[in-house]
């Protein structure tokens, strides 16, 4: 028999627990499983799957449970909000046995609020620097168009930095025509840092991944804004990629 729970929601960009949640935001879902080797998902709406990365150290449930097996049955799961219909959706720990059969272990709720955040203010420094398909196979973006194919996952990254402000950002969240992406944010990029002569920029790294469904033929724009670390939100830059379904 499958045991678990379903600890905490938060937002990953603010690491604060939620159950309101605006469509681009990225969630960082906690939990616990037994046995930890257990066939097990997050499952949102009743259909969409999300893998579990077990490993973390829970001595709380060893110490309440008595059973060994559970110092290391923390779980978390990331999901992205971004195609989420308004409205409320339960949260389940979903485990199956060797025949298929499915048991909700724990569940929970959050309200979904649909939001385009294209920020406000002057726009701010950006760039895109590969494209990287299903493949694994990275491709150098030389202009303001790349083509990419709709049957896979696309993962572009660059960097986005508030070089008005000088401060570090907090994160971003990729527009991809109607959709916002939540996105990857931090990554160590000196040379940033060097060509804007600030220190204070320099983990302004992205890595942003869709569907290539989101991308149509005729051309897509790719965009990023910013999640400013001085408190005003989201900041608009002044990246403006074009995708094209290939």
């Given amino acids: ?39 097990a998902n997050i499952v949102v709406g009743g259909r969409r799957r ?6 973390d150290p829970r001595p709380d449930v060893v110490a309440v449970l008595g ?8 779980y978390r799961a990331v999901i992205p909000t971004s195609d989420l219909e308004s409205g409320r959706h339960d949260v389940a720990l979903v485990a ?15 309200d979904v609020r649909v939001h385009r955040p294209t920020g406000f203010g002057n726009a701010v420094a950006a760039a895109v620097d590969y494209y990287i398909d299903e493949d694994g196979m990275s491709r150098t973006v030389g202009g303001p168009e790349i083509t990419v194919r709709r049957g896979e996952v696309v993962t ?10 000088r401060v570090a950002a907090r994160g971003v969240v990729a527009i ?34 869709f569907p290539g469904s989101y991308v149509e033929s005729a051309g897509t724009a ?25």
């Fill in 1 to 39: 028999m499958v045991h678990g729970a379903l600890d905490a929601i938060s937002v990953t960009t603010t690491a604060e627990a939620t159950r309101n949640v605006t469509s681009g935001d990225a969630l960082d879902v906690r939990g616990w499983i037994l046995p930890p080797r257990a066939a």
């Fill in 50 to 55: 999300y893998p579990l990365t077990v490993g």
């Fill in 67 to 74: 059973d060994p097996e559970a110092q290391l049955c923390g």
């Fill in 96 to 110: 199956w046995d060797e025949r298929g059969a499915e048991e909700v272990i724990a569940k929970r709720t959050i």
């Fill in 156 to 165: 572009i990254r660059g960097w986005a930095a508030d070089d008005q402000a």
């Fill in 176 to 209: 991809v025509g109607e959709h916002a992406v939540p996105a990857v944010y931090g990554f160590d990029r000196p040379d940033v840092a060097a060509t804007l002569r600030c220190e204070a920029l320099r983990y302004c790294g992205f890595s942003a991944s």
């Fill in 222 to 246: 790719f965009t990023i804004s910013l999640l400013a670390g001085d408190g005003r939100g989201f900041v608009p830059t002044n990246l403006c990629l074009t995708l094209k379904a290939g």
